[in-house]
C-alpha cells in the first residue's frame, strides 16, 4: 500500500433520518394504461410510438405483468439539473417493460412525472445524455440534454426540448454509456463469433454516436502497450467489457474478462492523424486486439472466448439476456425481414440529407441498412464492408431468408474476399492512462469484473477512482491527478479498503462503504472516519461491533407512498410489534438478487443491508435482504458559514496529513449520536479546536462559563437532538460538559453581558486556585496542532479582517474575535490583541487569562512568514490608500478571502490610480499565502465568473474599476452587504459610469451602474446574438384590431404608436390607407344623360368601372412598400390575403357593376399580374425576424386554382424578406413541376433575392434549367414560357451580384443581343429579355468598373456600346454558335444589331458596371448627341436611360440644384435657334423633357432616403413645372402623343421625390400622389397609377420605419423596380417584366430609432444629438433630431446621442463600430432610455415646465423645506423611495417627538433623488446613525467609526484635490461637514474630560472596564492613533511643539489628529518614562 490510511478508532456518527424508499416510477406504472400485451400498437407509425396516449382504452394493469416483465425494472438517480439553485432535487429514470419513466421529487415536494414514454418493445435500458448540437455559424456547441431509450433494434432519443429521434441499431447492443461527447454502443458478442475469422480483422466492439442524427462510428484505441508503440486501431477486443463512463473527467473504465484486469482510458475525439492512420491500413490482421498481448495470444485469446459468460450474465448488463426471444430474429444482421412489419422505422434509418447540417454524406452503413431491409436476396453479395460490423455473419441458419440465398456462409466468404468497401470514420478515440497490475500466479482468481465505479474525493481535495469487486468484497481506489494537459491523468497510486458495497456521497466528499460484518462507515478518500448510527432499531443489527449482526429486531416498514414522504420510523415499542417477514415478501422482492440469498438462511427474521445503490449528493439507498429500500441522509461537515470558513481556512493552511486528521476528528464530533444541536456548532468547534491545539479547555474561564446564553446566530438547518445512545469516546465526555455557547451581538438591544457578571474571582473557581503558572494553563505540545498554532491564528486572523468586509457576516467576527484574542495572547502578540481591543473594546476587556508555551515548546512551533508584528488590518490598509499613503501588500488567502483581495484591488485601481492594479501589479498590493499542501489546485479564478471581457484602453479609472468588479462577478446585491465607509468610492465610480456610460458595455456592467435602459438594451442585444427572435421586453407589436367587422385591407398591422409619434399633428396614415385599400369596390358615378337609353347607360357605367379598375389593379404594388415587415405571423393560422376587388358600387342605390356581365369586352387574364401583386403585398407584412419554417409556407398553398397567382406573389415575397430559404428543396421542385408560370417566376425571383450575392451552386442549377444559354448545347430543348426565362436571367443577376463571375458575365452579354431563332422562339416581348439580360449583367459586374478581373478579352464595355449605338453584329462565339445558324422566318433583322430592342438593358448594365466609379470616357460615351441630326435617331427614352446612366456614373457630380438638372441637356437645345432650320419643335421639346427626367432620376437615387431638403425643393420645382405643362395639354401644341410624354417624365420625377424623402411621409408628396390618385381619365393608364401608388409605397415605406440606402446593392434593386418604362395595360411585360418592381424591397433597410421609456415601456419622444463624419462637400456637423425619427445612412455618421437633460444622456459611438446600432434597429429601433428624476417625458411637458427642479427654489435650504414628500412620486417612481417618504417623512402621532429627524430624513430623500443617487440613501441615514451613537456614547463596537473615518478620509482627498468637477462626487452637500463637525466636537469634548485616560493608554496603564474604555477605542479609531508602544518610544526627548511636529512622521499620524493630542503627549513625555508590561493594561 502506498498510502497509510489513518483510521480513527471506535468513533461513530448519526445518520439523518431514515425514510422507506419506493421508485416512484413503480407507482406511476401501476396506474398507467400500459400497453404491454396489446398488438395493436404494431399498427402505428413510429412516429407516434412513444406517444404513451393508451390508445383504445385498454388499461393494463400491474396483474397482467408477468414476473419475467417485473424482474426487469431497474431505476437510476441523479441530482437535478437546473439553473434555479433555490432547493435540489432528485430526479429517476425508472424502466420496467415498454415504458420508461422520468420522474423529479425533492425532500420540500413529492415526486412528479415529467416524461412517460412508452415505447413498442421491451426497454433494454434507458439513460440521461448530453449531445453536443454543433452551431452552423461557429464552432460553439450547445448542449442538449436527452433520454436514450433502448431497444433491442433502436434507441428512441427525447431531447428536453421536445425533438425526437430514433436511431437504428445495426447489430445487438449488450450496453450503452453516456459520455462527454455522446453515446457508447457495447456490440454483443454471439457464441459463433469465436470462429477465427477469414483474412479479415477482428470485427470493431464499441462504437459512439455523437448525435442521434450520425452515423455509428467504430472507436479507435490507443494502446500504451510496450509491444506496439502507439499503433492507433479500432477496439476491436471481444474481451474488453466497459464498466464505466465518466463526463468529468472524459474517462472510460474497461475490464479484461481474460487477464482479469481493469484499465482507464481517456475519451476524446479523433486526432486527423489518428483518423488516417486507421483509415489507410483496416486490412492488416490486428495482431494485437488491445496492444497488451503479444500476436501469439491470438488464438488462444480467441478459444478462450467460448468460456466467456453467456452475453446476458455479465455483471454490467444483468437481465438483458431476457430478450433473447426477440433476438433470435435479429441473430443475423441480414435476418432484416422482422423489420418489415416497421416499414417506417426502415424509412428513419437513413439520415436525412438536409436534417442535420453537418451530418456525413449517407454512408455505405445506411446503404447497407436501405438495401438489406427491402431486398434481403442481393445485399449481401452486394456490400462487403458489411462484414465489419456484422458480428454473426457467418451464422449457419438461412431461417427467414424466404429461401433466396441458398446458404449464407457461401456469399458472405465471397463477399470476404471481395475489395474492402470504404471504412467508417472514427469519431472517438480512447487512450490508456492506466491499467491493473497483472499478478503472477494464478490469474482467473487475481480479480473480477468491477461490479461498482465510481470517483470520489477526499475532504483535502485529492479525487480518487474506485472500484468495487464484489467477489474479493474489497474496494479498489486509485488516487489520480489531473495534470495540465486534460487527457492526461496521473495515477500515483492504489488503496484497497475491505468493502462489501460503496456508494460515493459528492457534496461532502466522502463515501460510504459498507463493510462485510454489515456495518456502515464513512470514509473521506481512502481515510477512514467513523461509522454510521442508524437511528432505527436496525441500528442494533448493523452498527454494533460484535459480530452477530442478526439480532431479531423488528423493523417499521413504510412500503406505501402515502406515508413514504417525510415519516421518521421511530423507536418502536418491541414487543408491541408482530415479525415484520410475512409482510415484506411482498412484490418488493427482486427476483434476480436470489443468488446473494444463498448463503444466508432464510429464517433469519432481523433484515441487514445488503447493498447500497442511487447516491444523490449526501443521500443514498440502503436495501434490505428484506427487499425493503431506506433512504438515508448523511450529515454534512459543517452547517453554520463560519465554521465553514474557518474549516476551509484550516485545511488551506495545514499539511494535508494533519488537516485530514483535524477534519476527521471535527467531523466525529459534531455529528457523534446524541450530540448537541446545531446552534451549538460554533462553540462545540472552539472547544475541538483548542483541545487539538493543546488548550485544556475546562481550565480557561471564558471558554467553560456563558454556557446558557440565548444563542444568537441564526439556526441555519438546525438537526434534532438524538438521543444519545453508544458510541462516544472518552474524549467526548469531558468535551459534553462544556459546550456553552458565547456570543455577543453588537447591538446593545440583545443585551450584552455585562462585565461584572462573569464570575472570575478566584474562589469560586476551582481550577484557577493554582498559581497561574501551574501545568493548568500549559500548553500541551504535543497536541496534533500545537506546532502549527502561529499559522493557524495567521489565516483566522485574515478570515477575521476578510468578515469585518461583509456586513452579512460581521455578525459572526465578533464570535471568532474571542478565540483570536486568546491565541494573541498566549503568543505574545500584543499588537493584536489592542487590535481586538480597538474593534469590540467591551467585549475584549472582559478576557485576561492567558496560558503559558514552554519556552523548549516554542521551537517547536512553525512561525510562518505572514506572521508580522504589526496586524494586518484591512480598514487601516484602505484608511493609508485614501489617505494617499504607501502601505505594504496585504496578505490574502486565495479562494477564502475573496472580497479582501476585489476591495483591496478596487481601491488600488481607483483611489491610487493604478491601472494595471488588477492584471499586472496585483502582487504590489496582495500577498498571497502559500498553502500547506504543495499539491494544491491553483486558486479558483472567482466565485462566479461573469463573461464580461475585462478591457482597458483610454477609458477613466471609474469605467475600469465597474467592468473589472462586474468581471469578477461582484453584483449590486454584493454591493449592498459591503460597508458603507469601504463601498463609498466604488458608489462613486458608478456615479461617474451612470452619466457617461459606453454603449457597448455588456447586462452585467449596466445592472452594477443602475441604468436599465442599458441593461434592457444589452440584453436584446444578447438574446439577439443567440437566437433570432424578437426577444423579451418590449416589441413593437401592433395593436390587435377593435372592429371586427372592418374588412381585412392588409394594412392593420402598422404600429398605431410609433406612427402616433412620428406623425402626432394629423391623420396621414389613415388617408394613406384609404388610398392603397384595394378590398372594397369602387364608387363608380356616371350621371344618366337624358338621352343615353338603359342598356347604354349599363355599358358606360362598366367602361367607367374598368377605367377605375385600371388604377385599382396597380394599387397592390404600393401597398406591399406601404406595410413592408410590420406583421409576425402567427405559426398555426394561414397569411390573411386581403382579396382584389374589381366590382363598383353605383350611387344612388348603391347598386352593384360587375365587369363579367358581359355587356363591354374585357381583356383575358386581366387580372392575373394583379393578383400576383397582391400575393406579394401580403407577403411582403412578414417580417424577416418571424419564425417561418418550410411547412408553414406550404400550409399556405391555396386550395382554389385561381388563388395560384396569389400564392406566387407570396412565395416571391417570402424570397425578399429572406424566409424562403428555409423551404426544403423538395417543395421548391414540387412547385416547379407544376409548370405554372407564375409560380415558377415568384419562386425563382424569391430564392435567387434570398440568396443575394452569394454564388450558391443548387440555387444556379435551379436558375440554369429555365435559361436555354446556360445549358450545354446539346441538351434537350426544354420549352420554357418566356417570362419565366426573364425571372431566371434576373435571378442569375441577383445570386451572383456584385461577384464579377465571368461565364456567366459571358453568357449574359451575349443574351443582350440574341437573335430570334428560326421558329416563333424569343420573338415576341423580345425587349423584356434583352433588358433583363442587361440588367443581370449589371448586377454580376456591379460596381466593379474597368476592374473586371480576367474579362478583358470579353471587351465587355466596347460590346455594350455597340448594344447601344448599333453596327455590325459579331460573330457569335463558343457554344452558342450552333443553336443562331439560320435566320428567324419571322423577323427580318439583317446582320446589325436591333438597337430598339438591345439599347436599354446595355445602357442599364454599362450605368451598373461603372456605378460610381467616375469614370469619365465611358460617362462621356452616354452624353445625349450634338446635332438635330443624330437626336433624331434616338428614341426620346433611351435619353432618358442614357442621362440617368451617365449622372449615376458620375455620381460624385450630381448636386441638388436646378443648375446641375439643366446642365444635363446639350448646349444646341438651350441656345435660340435659327429659324432657316428645319427643326421640329415637338421633337426638341420631348428630348428635353426626357432628359430632364433621367437627371431627376438620377438625384433621386444619389439622394435616396436621405431627405435631404435641397433635393427635395429641386425636384419639386420640376414637378410643379411640369404640372403647369400638362395643364396645357388640352392646346393644340401638346397633342395626346405628348400628353403621354409629359405624363412618364412626371411620373419619373414623382417617384424621384419619394425616393428622396424615402420612409418620411412628406406632406407635399402625399398631396401629389392623392392628386395623382384621383385621375382616372382614359390617358391615366395602368402603368402610370402603379408608378404613383409605388410613389406612394416608398414615402411611407413600411409604415415610416424604413427608408431607402444608397448601396450599390440598393441602387441596382431600384434601377429595376423603377425602370422608366412602365406597362400600358396590366398583362403588358413587354418591355419589362412587372414582378420586378418589387425588387425595391432590396434597398430598403430599418433606420427608425425608437425611443422606449424603460419603465413604462412605452414609446415616447427624446431628443437625439447626430453627429456626421465630415466629408468634401461638408464639414463635421451637428444636428438635433426629436426621436422617434429616421437615421441618416449609418456610414455617414460619427454617433448618435441621446441628450439630457430629460432622459439619461446614452451615446452610440459609430467611429468604431456600427454593428451595435444596427442590431437596434434591424429589432424594430427600440432603444430604452431612463427619465431622469423629477422631470416629465417631452409628450405630457412639451416645453419642460413642470419639472420639479424647475420649481425648487434656488437657495438650497430653502429648496428643502419646500420639499414635500407626497411630490416624490413625480420624482422618481422606484416604491422603495416612494414607501421610505411615506413612513419616515410624514409626520405623525407617533412621531411628533422627532420632528427634526423627520426633517433630516426629507432633507435626505431630497438630496438623493435630486442627485440621482437614491442608493445612497442608507449611507446617509448610516452615517447620521452613528454619530447620533457617538454622542449618546452607547457603542459597543468601533466599527462604524472606522466607516466614519473612511467617508471623511474620502471626502478631504477630494477637497485637498480640489476637484473641479463637484459633480462626480457623491456627498456634495453639506450633510458631511455638519456630520464631521459633530463627531469632532464630541470627541474634543471627550477629551477635555478625560485626557488622563489617554494618556494612561500611552504608557499602557492599566485600563479600567467601563463605558469610557469604549470612548477611548473609538477616539483612538478616529483620530488614527496607532498601538502605543511605538508612540511611547517615538516621544523619547520631545519637549517641544516643534519636536513633535518633526516626528509626526514617525508616529503615523495625520496632522490634523496630532494638533488635538499635543498636550497629551507633550504631558506625557515629560512624564516618567517607565513602561509597565503592556499587557497589565487589559487586566482588572
Known amino acids: 500500500m502506498s498510502e497509510v490510511v489513518y483510521e480513527e478508532t471506535a468513533t461513530m456518527i448519526a445518520a439523518g433520518d431514515l425514510q422507506s424508499f419506493v421508485p416512484f416510477g413503480r407507482e406511476h406504472c401501476r396506474n398507467h394504461p400500459n400497453a404491454f400485451n396489446l398488438q395493436l400498437r404494431e399498427l402505428q407509425p413510429a412516429s407516434e410510438l412513444w406517444s404513451s396516449d393508451g390508445a383504445a382504452g385498454l388499461v393494463g394493469s400491474l396483474q397482467e405483468v408477468s414476473l419475467q416483465e417485473r424482474e426487469r425494472e431497474s431505476w437510476q438517480l441523479r441530482k437535478g439539473c437546473t439553473g434555479v439553485k433555490e432547493d435540489e432535487f432528485e430526479e429517476e429514470l425508472y424502466t420496467a417493460g415498454n415504458m420508461a419513466v422520468w420522474s423529479q421529487g425533492s425532500r420540500t415536494q413529492a415526486s412528479s412525472v415529467y416524461k412517460a414514454f412508452t415505447v413498442d418493445s421491451p426497454v433494454q435500458q434507458a439513460l440521461w445524455c448530453n449531445f453536443a448540437v454543433p452551431q452552423n455559424n461557429n464552432d460553439a456547441e450547445e448542449v442538449e440534454q436527452m433520454v436514450c431509450i433502448v431497444q433491442s433494434s433502436c434507441i428512441n432519443v427525447h431531447t428536453v426540448t421536445g425533438k425526437d429521434f430514433i436511431s437504428p441499431l445495426p447489430f445487438q447492443v449488450s450496453n450503452v454509456w453516456a459520455t462527454k461527447f455522446g453515446l457508447l454502443l457495447e456490440r454483443k458478442n454471439a457464441a459463433n463469433d469465436t470462429q477465427p475469422n477469414p483474412p479479415g480483422e477482428p470485427l470493431p466492439t464499441v462504437f459512439s454516436i455523437l448525435h442521434p442524427l450520425d452515423e455509428i462510428a467504430p472507436i479507435v484505441c490507443k494502446p500504451s502497450g510496450p509491444f506496439e508503440g502507439s499503433r492507433v486501431q479500432y477496439v476491436s477486443d471481444s474481451n474488453m467489457k466497459i464498466v464505466f463512463t465518466c463526463c468529468q473527467p472524459s474517462i472510460v473504465v ?990 425563382l425571383l424569391g430564392v435567387s433575392s434570398a440568396k443575394l450575392g452569394t454564388m450558391d451552386m443548387s440555387i444556379t442549377r435551379l436558375l440554369s434549367i429555365h435559361i436555354p444559354a446556360l445549358l450545354p448545347p446539346t441538351s434537350t430543348e426544354l420549352d420554357v414560357p418566356h417570362n419565366v426565362q426573364v425571372a431566371a436571367v434576373i435571378g442569375i443577376g441577383l445570386v451572383y451580384q456584385g461577384t464579377g463571375h465571368r461565364h456567366n458575365a459571358e453568357v449574359l452579354l451575349s443574351e443582350i443581343g440574341r437573335p430570334p431563332g428560326p421558329e416563333m422562339e424569343y420573338c415576341t416581348d423580345r425587349e423584356s429579355y434583352s433588358l433583363a439580360a442587361g440588367l443581370a449583367l449589371g448586377m454580376v459586374c456591379l460596381g466593379h468598373g474597368s476592374n473586371l478581373i480576367g474579362m478583358t478579352d470579353l471587351n465587355v464595355p466596347e460590346q455594350l456600346y455597340q448594344y447601344m449605338v448599333g453596327g455590325h453584329r459579331r460573330a457569335q462565339a463558343g457554344a452558342s454558335r450552333e443553336r443562331h445558324k439560320s435566320p428567324s422566318y419571322q423577323i427580318k433583322e439583317g446582320d446589325t444589331i436591333n438597337v430598339d430592342v438591345t439599347c436599354p438593358g446595355a445602357t442599364l448594365a454599362l450605368a451598373m458596371i461603372y456605378l460610381k466609379t467616375n469614370n469619365r470616357s465611358i460617362a462621356d460615351w452616354l452624353k445625349p448627341p450634338d446635332t438635330w441630326f443624330l437626336l433624331d435617331f434616338i428614341k426620346p427614352e433611351f435619353l432618358l436611360l442614357r442621362t440617368l446612366a451617365r449622372c449615376i456614373i458620375m455620381w460624385d457630380e450630381i448636386l441638388p440644384n436646378t443648375e446641375w438638372v439643366k446642365s444635363n441637356i446639350p448646349q444646341i437645345m438651350r441656345g435660340t435657334f435659327d429659324p432657316s432650320e428645319d427643326i421640329n419643335m415637338d421633337t426638341m421639346a420631348q428630348a428635353q423633357d426626357y432628359i430632364t427626367a433621367g437627371a431627376c432620376m438620377a438625384l433621386g437615387l444619389r439622394f435616396a432616403g436621405s431627405a435631404n431638403s435641397d433635393a427635395f425643393d429641386c425636384l419639386y420645382e420640376f414637378a410643379k413645372t411640369f404640372m403647369k405643362m400638362m395643364s396645357f395639354a388640352g392646346t393644340a401644341a401638346v397633342g395626346a402623343m405628348g400628353y403621354y410624354n409629359l405624363q412618364t417624365c412626371l411620373s419619373m420625377i414623382l417617384l424621384a421625390m419619394s425616393m428622396v424623402m424615402a420612409g418620411s411621409g412628406n406632406l407635399k408628396v402625399l398631396q401629389l400622389c392623392r392628386f395623382f390618385h384621383k385621375r382616372t381619365g382614359g390617358e391615366m393608364n395602368y402603368g402610370f397609377h402603379m408608378a404613383h401608388h409605388m410613389a406612394l409605397g416608398l414615402l411611407f415605406l413600411g409604415g415610416g420605419r424604413y427608408t431607402l440606402s444608397t448601396s450599390n446593392s440598393a441602387i441596382a434593386a431600384l434601377l429595376c423596380a423603377l425602370y422608366p418604362h412602365f406597362p400600358a395595360h396590366s398583362t403588358d411585360n413587354r418591355y419589362h417584366l412587372q414582378a420586378l418592381r418589387h425588387l425595391a424591397v432590396l434597398a430598403a433597410e430599418p433606420r427608425l430609432l425608437v425611443p422606449v421609456d424603460v419603465d413604462s415601456l412605452k414609446p415616447c419622444y427624446a431628443l437625439l444629438e447626430v453627429t456626421y463624419k465630415g466629408t468634401k462637400w461638408y464639414n463635421e456637423t451637428t444636428v438635433e433630431l426629436m426621436a422617434p425619427t429616421l437615421l441618416p445612412e449609418l456610414h455617414l455618421l460619427k454617433e448618435v446621442k441621446v441628450k439630457g437633460p430629460r432622459y439619461w444622456e446614452l451615446s452610440l459611438n459609430l467611429s468604431k463600430e456600427t454593428q451595435h446600432l444596427k442590431s437596434i434597429l434591424v429589432r424594430d429601433g427600440v432603444l430604452y432610455v431612463k427619465l431622469r428624476a423629477g422631470q416629465l417625458p417631452y409628450k405630457d411637458d412639451p416645453q419642460g415646465w413642470k419639472s420639479l427642479l424647475a420649481t425648487a427654489v434656488s437657495p438650497r435650504n430653502s429648496g428643502v423645506t419646500a420639499f414635500k414628500p407626497e411630490a416624490i412620486s413625480t420624482f422618481t417612481s422606484e416604491p422603495a423611495l416612494i414607501s421610505f417618504a411615506e413612513f419616515f417623512c410624514k409626520t405623525s402621532e407617533g412621531l411628533k417627538s422627532r420632528e427634526d429627524s423627520l426633517m433630516l430624513f426629507s432633507a435626505m430623500l431630497y438630496e438623493c433623488v435630486s442627485q440621482e443617487c437614491p442608493e445612497m440613501l442608507p449611507t446617509y441615514i448610516a452615517i447620521e446613525q452613528a454619530v447620533g451613537a457617538l454622542r449618546q456614547g452607547d457603542f459597543q463596537q468601533t466599527f462604524p467609526l472606522w466607516q466614519l473615518r473612511l467617508v471623511v478620509e474620502l471626502w478631504d482627498g477630494r477637497m485637498l484635490r480640489g476637484l473641479a468637477n463637484k459633480h462626480d462626487t457623491l456627498l456634495t452637500s453639506e450633510f458631511l461637514p455638519v456630520m464631521k463637525n459633530a463627531v469632532d466636537v464630541a470627541l474634543d469634548n471627550w477629551l477635555k474630560d478625560h485626557s488622563s485616560l489617554v494618556r494612561s493608554y500611552m504608557r499602557g496603564e492599566v485600563l479600567s472596564r467601563d463605558a469610557q474604555s469604549i470612548m477611548l477605542a473609538c477616539f483612538l479609531v478616529y483620530r488614527s492613533i496607532p498601538c502605543f508602544r511605538n508612540t511611547q518610544a517615538n516621544l523619547e526627548g520631545c519637549n517641544s511643539f516643534a519636536d513633535l511636529l518633526l516626528r509626526s512622521n514617525q508616529l503615523g499620524i495625520p496632522l490634523r489628529d496630532l494638533l488635538r493630542l499635543v498636550p497629551i503627549l507633550l504631558s506625557s513625555a515629560s512624564g516618567p518614562q517607565s513602561l509597565l508590561f503592556p499587557l497589565q493594561a487589559f487586566s482588572s
Not at 446476458?312 to 430474429?329: K, P, T, V
Not at 478518500?525 to 454494533?544: A, E, F, Q, Y
Not at 446545531?678 to 485544556?696: D, I, K, P, R
Not at 429572406?1218 to 426544403?1224: C, I, M, N, R, Y
Open 254 to 1243: 474497461s475490464y479484461d474478462t481474460v487477464q482479469g484486469t481493469h484499465t482507464v482510458w481517456a475519451l476524446r475525439k479523433v486526432t486527423h492523424d489518428e483518423r488516417s492512420m486507421v483509415l489507410r491500413c483496416p486490412t492488416e490482421p490486428a495482431g494485437t486486439p488491445l496492444g497488451l498481448m503479444a500476436s501469439g495470444f491470438l488464438a488462444s485469446h480467441l478459444r478462450n472466448a467460448s468460456h466467456l459468460d453467456s452475453p446476458g450474465g455479465s455483471g454490467g448488463s444483468g437481465g438483458l439476456g431476457s430478450a433473447a426471444g426477440i433476438s433470435s430474429a435479429f441473430s443475423s444482421p441480414l435476418h432484416y425481414s422482422a423489420l418489415h412489419s416497421h416499414p417506417s422505422r426502415i424509412m428513419t434509418s437513413s439520415p436525412g440529407v438536409h436534417s442535420r447540417v453537418h451530418s456525413p454524406s449517407i454512408s455505405n452503413m445506411a446503404a447497407l441498412r436501405w438495401d438489406r431491409a427491402h431486398s434481403p436476396g442481393m445485399a449481401a453479395p452486394s456490400f462487403s464492408g458489411a462484414s465489419r460490423f456484422n458480428t454473426s455473419f457467418h451464422s449457419p441458419s438461412p431461417r427467414g431468408h424466404h429461401g433466396l440465398l441458398p446458404s449464407l456462409n457461401s456469399t458472405a466468404n465471397e463477399s470476404m474476399a471481395m475489395p474492402e468497401m470504404e471504412p467508417i470514420i472514427p469519431d472517438l478515440c480512447v487512450e490508456q492512462l492506466w491499467s491493473e497490475a497483472v499478478s503472477s500466479g494464478c490469474q482467473r482468481e487475481m480479480s473480477s469484473q468491477a461490479s461498482k465505479v465510481f470517483l470520489t474525493s477526499d475532504l483535502c481535495e485529492s479525487h480518487y477512482l474506485c472500484f468495487l469487486v464484489e467477489s474479493h468484497q474489497h474496494l479498489r481506489c486509485v488516487k489520480f491527478i489531473e495534470s495540465n494537459d486534460v487527457t492526461q491523468l496521473i495515477f500515483p497510486s492504489v488503496t484497497t479498503i475491505p468493502a462489501k458495497d460503496a456508494a460515493p456521497l459528492q457534496n461532502i466528499d466522502a463515501m460510504l462503504v459498507l463493510e462485510a460484518c454489515g456495518s456502515l462507515v464513512i470514509y473521506t478518500g481512502i481515510t477512514r472516519v467513523s461509522k454510521v448510527h442508524l437511528p432505527s432499531p436496525l441500528s442494533h443489527s448493523i452498527s454494533l461491533t460484535n459480530h452477530l449482526p442478526y439480532l431479531s429486531t423488528p423493523v417499521e416498514t413504510v412500503s406505501t407512498p402515502a406515508n413514504a414522504g417525510s415519516r421518521h420510523i421511530h423507536r418502536l415499542n418491541e414487543d408491541a410489534m408482530p415479525s415484520p417477514v410475512s409482510e415484506l415478501k411482498s412484490l418488493n422482492i427482486k427476483q434476480h438478487e436470489a443468488s446473494f440469498f444463498e448463503d444466508f438462511s432464510f429464517q433469519q427474521a432481523t433484515p441487514y443491508i445488503l447493498s447500497l445503490r442511487d447516491p444523490v449528493c449526501n443521500r443514498v439507498t440502503l436495501e434490505l435482504s428484506s427487499g425493503v429500500m431506506l433512504r438515508i441522509c448523511i450529515p454534512e461537515i459543517a452547517t453554520s458559514e463560519l465554521v465553514k470558513k474557518c474549516l476551509q481556512a484550516i485545511r488551506f493552511i495545514l499539511p494535508r496529513e494533519v488537516a485530514m486528521k483535524v477534519l476527521v476528528k471535527w467531523y466525529n464530533i459534531y455529528n457523534a449520536p446524541g450530540g448537541p444541536s446545531a446552534h451549538a456548532e460554533w462553540s462545540q468547534f472552539v472547544t475541538c479546536f483548542m483541545t487539538l491545539m493543546g488548550y485544556n479547555t475546562e481550565r480557561l474561564a471564558w471558554t467553560r462559563h456563558l454556557q446558557f446564553e440565548v444563542p444568537l446566530s441564526p439556526v441555519i438547518a438546525a438537526k434534532k437532538a438524538r438521543p444519545s445512545d453508544g458510541g462516544s469516546d472518552e474524549d467526548w465526555d469531558y468535551l459534553l460538559a462544556s459546550h456553552y455557547h458565547r456570543q455577543i451581538n453588537s447591538q446593545p438591544v440583545c443585551g450584552s453581558v455585562d462585565p461584572n457578571n462573569v464570575p472570575v474571582a478566584e474562589k469560586e473557581d476551582p481550577f484557577s486556585a493554582d498559581s497561574p503558572s501551574s501545568s493548568s494553563m500549559k500548553l500541551e505540545s504535543s497536541a496534533p496542532l500545537f506546532p502549527h498554532i502561529p499559522a493557524l491564528f495567521g489565516v483566522l486572523h485574515l478570515l477575521y479582517q476578510e468578515l469585518q468586509l461583509d456586513e452579512l457576516h460581521r455578525a459572526r467576527a465578533s464570535s471568532l474575535v474571542c478565540l483570536l484574542q486568546q491565541l494573541a495572547r498566549d503568543l505574545q502578540l500584543e499588537k493584536y490583541v489592542d487590535l481586538y481591543w480597538r474593534d469590540y473594546p467591551s467585549l475584549i476587556s472582559c478576557f485576561t487569562e492567558r496560558c503559558i508555551i514552554d519556552q523548549a515548546a516554542i521551537g517547536q512551533m512553525h512561525r510562518p512568514s505572514f506572521l508580522s508584528s504589526d496586524p494586518p488590518c484591512v480598514f487601516n490598509w484602505l484608511s493609508s490608500c485614501l489617505r494617499g499613503e504607501a502601505s505594504p501588500p496585504f496578505p490574502y488567502l486565495p479562494g477564502i478571502c475573496q472580497r479582501t483581495k476585489l476591495l483591496v484591488l478596487s481601491y488600488a485601481l481607483y483611489i491610487i490610480g493604478d491601472d494595471n492594479a488588477t492584471s499586472t501589479n496585483v502582487w504590489k498590493y496582495l500577498l498571497k499565502l502559500s498553502a500547506g499542501q504543495r499539491s494544491r489546485v491553483s486558486e479558483p479564478n472567482s466565485r462566479r465568473q461573469s463573461s464580461v471581457k475585462v478591457r482597458f484602453s483610454s477609458e477613466s479609472l471609474a469605467e475600469q474599476l465597474v467592468v473589472w468588479l462586474t468581471s469578477q462577478g461582484f453584483t449590486l446585491k454584493d454591493l449592498e452587504s459591503v460597508p458603507f465607509g469601504v463601498a463609498l468610492p466604488i458608489r462613486e465610480a458608478i456615479y461617474q459610469c451612470r452619466e457617461q456610460p459606453s454603449s457597448d458595455w455588456p447586462e452585467e456592467v449596466c445592472l452594477l451602474i443602475g441604468r436599465q435602459d442599458l441593461t434592457k438594451q444589452a440584453h436584446k442585444m444578447t438574446l439577439a446574438k443567440s437566437k433570432a427572435s424578437v426577444g423579451s421586453g418590449f416589441s413593437l407589436v401592433p395593436p390587435a384590431s377593435s372592429e371586427a367587422d372592418e374588412e381585412e385591407d392588409g394594412m392593420l398591422d402598422i404600429i398605431h404608436e410609433v406612427t402616433g409619434l412620428i406623425w402626432s399633428q394629423d391623420l396621414r396614415i389613415q388617408e394613406v390607407r384609404r388610398l392603397l385599400q384595394s378590398s372594397r369596390p369602387v364608387r363608380v358615378s356616371v350621371v344618366q344623360q337624358p338621352e343615353v337609353s338603359d342598356h347604354e347607360y349599363i355599358e358606360e357605367k362598366e367602361n367607367k368601372l374598368l377605367q377605375l379598375c385600371q388604377r385599382t389593379m396597380a394599387l397592390p404594388v404600393g401597398r406591399g412598400l406601404f406595410t413592408l415587415f410590420s406583421y409576425h405571423p402567427v405559426p398555426t393560422e394561414p397569411l390573411p390575403v386581403p382579396k382584389l376587388n374589381l366590382t363598383g358600387r353605383a350611387p344612388p342605390r348603391n347598386a352593384m357593376v360587375d365587369l363579367n356581365s358581359g355587356n363591354i369586352d374585357v381583356p383575358p387574364n386581366m387580372t392575373n399580374w394583379p393578383s400576383f401583386h397582391n400575393g406579394v403585398a401580403a407577403g411582403l407584412k412578414i417580417a424577416p425576424a418571424s419564425q417561418v419554417d418550410s411547412a408553414w409556407i406550404a400550409y399556405n398553398k391555396p386550395k382554389s386554382p385561381e388563388l395560384a397567382n396569389e400564392y406566387a406573389g407570396f412565395l416571391m415575397a417570402l424570397g425578399l424578406n429572406g424566409h424562403l430559404t428555409k423551404l426544403a428543396t423538395l417543395n421548391i421542385h414540387d412547385y416547379l413541376t407544376k409548370g405554372h408560370e407564375m409560380t415558377s417566376i415568384g419562386l
